[in-house]
């Protein structure tokens, strides 16, 4: 896995193995962790801790973590803080919870929260609201470190600060409220009725009827704000599920495509193939752990 060290200093003890099925984006003092077809392992594990400070970015209501004796559910649009060596424990579900795990290296963010003259620590029983511009500089950096064009760890830097302040904005009420922007709001929603119906058989009139919108406004609204067309990010969403559903073997080619939401495994391979240069199964060869799983496509 790359940046593997990297990620065991800001995570903690774990394996790669537990992250088969995350999303992961991670530079020298920020890393970004977002579950895609299922459970981080090394979150369910009791009592786990991390040597940095973690921020849930919650997008749904079913992730329940255990906090001592007490099991706290995720509130949507808001985010909960970890100190670093907090015990916690994510609880094993029948569905994947939407959110962003950002993990701050704890001498970083003490350097930077001290720009803003802050002594205090933030209660880690309290929900922080976050804002679209957050969610919106962490798909870029999640974005530049997948594509790794030339530069990339110069944005990754850069979009280390820009993470950590507009966290740190958040949580001490620096930043001012956001205008509510139709639009964006709009967008938002339609995003997250994509993530929970990726698997379904979707089509663009379906999410501009979500929205409330005609199908021509609301593709055009969407491009705008998301700089692709809906059924370009419907297709993106399944794919990366796809590709983590590989890495963790445990499913046949044919389970997998229909799991995506894609109508055949040939339209799946034939999918994956443009995308990602190389089959699905070959991509299976080469980065799914071994000796587990099956390997047929049947």
Known sequence: ?????????LVGNITEEQLRYVECAVHHRVGLFMPMAGQCEYATSPEHTHPAYSFILAFDDRCHTRIGDVVVQSVPSTMAMMAP?????????ETVSRYIAVLIDATFFETQKKLYGIVTQPNPADLYP?????????????VDYQEAYPGYEQLLESGELKICHLIIRQIFGIAQKEPPVVGS??????????????????????MAHKANLSTSHFTRLFRREMGIAPAEYLLQIRLNVAKRMLQANDRTLTDIAFDCGFGSSS??????????????????????????GPQNAS
């Open 130 to 142: 976050f804002s679209d511009r957050l969610v919106q500089a962490c798909r870029e950096f999640l």
């Open 85 to 93: 060596g907090f015990a916690h424990q994510e609880l094993p579900g």
């Open 267 to 292: 339209y799946f391979s034939h999918s994956f193939s443009k995308a990602f240069g190389m089959a699905p199964s070959l991509y299976r060869k080469r980065y799914a752990p071994t000796g587990s």
């Open 185 to 206: 709001i709009t967008i938002h929603r339609a995003v997250e009725y994509i993530y929970a119906n990726y698997a379904e058989s979707l089509t663009v009139g379906d």
């Open 1 to 9: 896995m790359r940046d593997f060290e990297q990620i065991q200093r």
